[in-house]
């Protein structure tokens, strides 16, 4: 029965065969043992009936097409092209007329961007909203997709509605009805219509009607009469600071501008007749993508990524129509970078394997260029993994093995092995609840602690309490002492020192310690922090996304996971903000905030202490590097009374903090002018009414107000306070008048204190050349989106605006310096890099160079195995585990990193000694040469080795004083400092790794260790391992010779009234370590 064969409708079927009853598609049959069973069915949304040689079947529809790419240009799904640069919220694409009640109501949006120039915008957000479900990519969350706000890992299936899948660098959402979806979270968007909309959808992309004619028309059915015109039309909706267009310099690049761009080196590839695309050019016209490409790289100077994504344009539209290019991407041009585990290639398949499986829903989509994962490694939503380290599914869901999850607002969930998932009940705490954000599930504070730090300084608790505190010691300003596994650990530590105008005390530094990182912030380093030793230009997201860094106008702001944040202007305001879930669990200077200000004064035991001095020293952390002091005496500390404080009172000077009509008024509901304007006032005073101090009282004033999202009116003038004051050495010039001023009068050039770069010439001046500004003041600037990362990745911006300076147009952030876009460097799993510099990592295995044009170029290395990799200066390199420097007979010596030479005359030297004299591990070395042995050779005939706690010395004939008094050895001096004799020799050692050996000949040799890397100084050298800079004198000048360097190091604390007597008459060159 199994193999009898059907006959239906006079057409003959074999057993088990499967076909469409007639050509209507309406009825499904199958044979099964001789007879014909159908059952009622028709063709997927995105498929039509058709009849092939009598035989009718399912064919997927053809598709439109709509484009939206680079900085963006579009194409419509009729062909229109068009260029726009708005940045707020548009419709992309949506079904507007419901000429047939089976077609399924959707709508795309699209946000765009500046990126590093206002001139010009990208596309950042794409949103597809179907099914009742919001679909969102976007560039500030690389590869990964959110459905109704909360984050998904791909693949993800919504049964019956949609798809979402990886394809190469594209992320899509295929629809049951057809529609797909598909962005690449830089630039390119892209809408494939099923043909069955066509004529029944509207917004940017046009109507999909076959008439390009008629796709430049407004919301309302009006003929646009441009650009702006038409997408206002479809504006739906606004983000804080969008506009319509480029406001005020907008440049553009002419033709004969962007002609050197067309050429082979950058956007001529896509049209070269016998290049890489020459299969494609009769199938995608070539020519619109070449001008597109020579428009984006000529407005960002050639780029990389700006360049290569524009080709890479060309590459997805053909390889979308099933043609195969040939390799173009080179060592040199467009290099690819993969992340680990995986590998490029130019066409890989469209369908990559995963942790669930392969996707369905790409089958038939064509291959693509891309990163795939290496043999042995699958994808786990957007990394690599071996096989055995896929994660788990939950609920329909998958997560990568070891995450933590909210299935429910009542239930944590832990991925564990083998894909095994364990979950417990929980509960919100008392200032908290459960909602998504930032894509995430789960239970986050309702209201945040501030805790203010400000000018001399003074000091707003978590609960409102106010103090001040005039000590130069570092203290626990906050840190988590009641723990609960539900909070994070956390501590902030604050450095004051003193010395400034009015014996006022500043802030030095903020240490932050978080997620197992230590950030450190420093007065007048803007653009940089060091994070666990090393230095990073900023904005820096590191590798496990838990610390986000950035420079938000003159603030750097640290972010957390945890939800604690920072905000430090590098100079006299920090604010740090904490969840309310560490009410009455924290302690230190900030207090307990527990909502009762007059228990804040807690000691660390938790007793109340008896006086502010009490608390204040109770909190002090000991420093390695020297002494402090708990504050100024009643003889030093600055003391104001009624009278000296009152010409600052009025709003020509600290008032204008609380002046109700002045330009902080919309900020006093939300951030009280009280406290401010009276730390203004004690300041002011204390630094005799300095215009610097004021304006730092009241600029602390206006970030407070930002920080808070209240409005602040432009407050500075061109009399007071006159635009922005950096701590910048290079800035401190309000203004610039010719050299000589007898020449005839030329115009005073006004800086704005934003920093210089680049040079000009002055008109009567041209032997000398001057820097100019390349930066302008904003009283509300997003610095962070002005930056050259901001061109490859989204910077961790926070607040809307604050104010500070804005890199001119065409030139973008790179540190503290606005440099042109071609000078831009390279961004590296969420690290900047300066364009040439060159930086070693990962325990000292890796070096990379940051190359403008091949972008970052990195390699293997390692330490010989005389050396260890060390952190010096914030950056990791190989040092030697021991480094010495020798005094030998005959007046020669040689440097810890080699350098070798002759000393010109006898005399007494400084000769090696740690720069930090505040250091307990302190020393100096000093040697006297003479000829006064009997071989009359100059040599050493005496040391003298100061310590903090020992002055030792010793004689040519080995005799040995401690402090003075005559010592018989061995013996220990100290703790840490012990002296002992072998073979004749003497050695002195310190615990630091110091040691310092003296022979009877007059030979002397000086020993540290990998902890003294470049922290050294005197003509032994720095011992950072670069022999070149040991010819340097204590003022920085490079000279000739050893000779020179050592004479400038004479002990003058030893030097009587007798002459040098010299010991050589020529000077050698210096002899160098071979390399």
């Known amino acids: 029965m199994e193999t009898c064969t059907c006959v239906h409708n006079g057409r003959s079927y074999k057993a088990q065969e499967e076909f469409w009853d007639d050509g209507t598609c309406q009825s499904w049959c199958r044979c099964d043992g001789g007879q014909v069973t159908c059952r009622k069915r028709g063709c997927k949304a995105h498929e039509k009936c058709v009849v092939v040689n009598g035989v009718p079947r399912c064919q997927a529809m053809k598709h439109l097409t709509c484009i939206g790419t680079g900085d963006p240009h579009y194409t419509t799904f009729d062909g229109l092209r068009y260029d726009f640069q708005g940045t707020c919220i548009y419709q992309f694409a949506a079904l507007c007329t419901q000429k047939d009640p089976k077609l399924v109501p959707f709508t795309v949006k699209v946000e765009n961007n500046n990126r590093g120039s206002k001139a010009v915008s990208f596309t950042k957000t794409l949103t597809l909203e179907v099914y009742g479900n919001v679909i969102t990519m976007s560039q500030e969350h690389p590869r990964k997709v959110k459905v109704n706000g909360a984050f998904v890992e791909l693949p993800f299936t919504k049964k019956d509605q949609f798809e979402l899948y990886h394809s190469g660098v594209h992320g899509f959402a295929r629809t049951a009805f057809g529609l797909r979806v598909s962005f690449d979270w830089y630039s390119y968007a892209r809408v ?43 504006k739906v909706g606004d983000v804080p600071g969008c506009s319509s267009g480029c406001e005020g310099d907008c440049s553009r690049c002419n033709q004969e501008e962007k002609e050197p761009y067309r050429g082979d080196g950058y956007c001529g590839v896509i049209t070269k007749a016998e290049g890489p695309f020459r299969a494609c050019h009769g199938v995608v016209n070539p020519v619109a993508f070449l001008e597109d490409c020579a428009f ?88 690599c993994v071996p096989v055995d380290e896929c994660g788990c599914e939950h609920q329909d869901l998958y997560y990568k093995k070891g995450e933590v999850f909210f299935s429910s607002c009542r239930e944590r969930c832990r991925c564990e092995a083998n894909g095994v998932v364990e979950c417990q009940e929980v509960f919100c705490g008392a200032h908290e609840e459960c909602r998504v954000e930032d894509g995430v599930l789960g239970c986050y504070p309702t209201s945040y602690g501030r805790l203010v730090v400000s000018g001399d300084p003074h000091y707003v608790t978590f609960d409102g309490r106010a103090f001040d505190l005039p000590g130069s010691c570092t203290y626990v300003l906050v840190q988590l002492c009641k723990p609960e596994k539900w909070l994070m650990d956390f501590s902030v530590l604050l450095e004051h020192d003193v010395g400034h105008r009015g014996n006022m005390a500043l802030m030095k530094k903020v240490v932050t310690s978080i997620h197992g990182h230590t950030v450190s912030m420093e007065r007048g380093r803007r653009w940089e922090v060091m994070v666990d030793g090393e230095r990073y230009t900023l904005p820096l997201v590191t590798k496990d996304k838990k610390l986000r860094v950035g420079q938000e106008g003159n603030n750097i702001v640290l972010q957390t996971m945890a939800g604690i944040r920072l905000l430090y202007n590098v100079a006299t305001y920090l604010l740090v903000t904490i969840p309310d879930a560490y009410k009455g669990r924290v302690c230190g200077l900030g207090g307990n905030y527990n909502g009762d200000p007059s228990d804040d004064f807690q000691l660390p035991g938790g007793s109340l202490a008896q006086s502010t001095e009490d608390f204040v020293t109770s909190w002090k952390v000991h420093a390695e590097d020297g002494t402090c002091t708990d504050g100024c005496t009643s003889t030093v ?24 009509m002045g330009p902080f008024s919309s900020c006093h509901p939300k951030v009280s002018p009280v406290e401010y304007f009276n730390h203004c006032l004690h300041d002011v005073c204390a630094a005799a009414g300095a215009p610097e101090v004021l304006c730092h009282s009241i600029q602390a004033y206006a970030a407070a107000c930002q920080a808070a999202t209240a409005e ?20 401190h010039l309000s203004s610039w008048s010719p050299p000589n001023p007898t020449v005839s009068p030329i115009k005073p050039i006004q800086f704005d204190h934003c920093g210089f770069g680049g040079k000009f010439s002055i008109i009567g001046h041209t032997k000398k050349t001057y820097k100019r500004p390349l930066c302008h003041y904003e009283l509300c600037t997003r610095t962070c989106d002005f930056t050259c990362s901001s061109l490859s990745m989204p910077a961790p911006c926070t607040w809307t605006c604050f104010e500070g300076c804005q890199c001119d147009d065409g030139y973008l952030f790179d540190g503290d310096t606005c440099v042109s876009l071609e000078q831009c460097g390279c961004l590296h799993q969420g690290r900047y890099f300066k364009a040439g510099e060159t930086i070693i990592s990962n325990n000292c295995t890796t070096r990379c160079t940051c190359h403008p044009s091949q972008g970052l170029v990195c390699e293997d290395i390692q330490c010989p195995q005389d050396q260890v990799c060390s952190t010096r200066d914030g950056a990791q390199l190989c040092v030697k585990q021991q480094g010495q420097c020798h005094l030998t007979p005959g007046a020669s010596l040689s440097t810890f990193d080699g350098t070798k030479g002759m000393l010109l005359t006898s005399g007494t030297y400084k000769v090696a000694a740690l720069c930090n004299e505040q250091s307990p591990n ?59 004799t072998t073979g004749g020799n003497i050695t002195i050692s310190h615990t630091s790794g110091m040691e310092v050996l003296f022979s009877p000949k007059g030979a002397v040799t000086v020993t540290v260790g990998a902890t003294m890397v470049n922290r050294l100084c005197a003509p032994c050298g720095n011992f950072n391992g670069d022999p070149k800079d040991d010819l340097k004198l204590p003022d920085g000048r490079v000279v000739r010779s050893i000779a020179e360097v050592v004479d400038a190091w004479k002990a003058r604390d030893f030097v009587g009234c007798y002459a040098s007597k010299p010991v050589r008459m020529e000077v050698e060159a210096p002899i160098y370590p071979m390399q």
């Open 192 to 234: 494939l219509l099923p043909e069955v909309y066509a004529g029944a959808v509207c917004g940017l992309c046009g109507n999909a009607n076959g008439d390009a004619d008629d796709d430049f028309v407004t919301r309302d059915g009006q003929r646009a009469t441009d650009e702006i015109h038409l997408a206002n039309s479809w």
């Open 296 to 383: 984006d790289a000529c407005h960002y100077k050639g780029h990389r990524d700006t360049l290569c994504k524009a080709i890479a344009a060309y590459v997805t539209e053909c390889q979308s129509h099933g043609v195969n290019v040939e390799p173009w991407r080179t060592p040199t041009f467009c290099g690819p970078s993969c992340p680990r585990h995986s590998h490029y290639e130019l066409c890989g398949t469209s369908c990559p394997t995963t942790c669930r499986g392969i996707s369905n829903a790409c089958g038939s989509t064509p291959c693509t260029e891309g990163c795939f994962c290496d043999q042995g490694f699958v994808l786990s939503g957007d990394e």
């Open 637 to 660: 500390c600055p003391m104001c009374d009624a009278t000296d404080v009152a010409p600052y009172v009025g709003s020509g000077s600290c008032g204008i903090i609380r002046d109700p």
């Open 712 to 731: 602040v009116k432009a407050w500075r003038t061109s009399t007071f306070c006159r635009k922005f004051s950096r701590t910048s050495p290079r800035s």
């Open 922 to 980: 302190w020393f100096k070395v000093v040697v006297e040469v003479n000829e006064c042995r009997e071989d009359n050779v100059p040599a050493a005939v005496a040391i003298f080795i100061f310590f903090r706690e020992a002055f030792i010395t010793i004689n040519t004939n080995m005799e040995v004083w401690v402090n003075g008094l005559s010592t018989h050895l061995p013996t220990n001096v100290s703790k840490a400092i012990s002296l002992s």
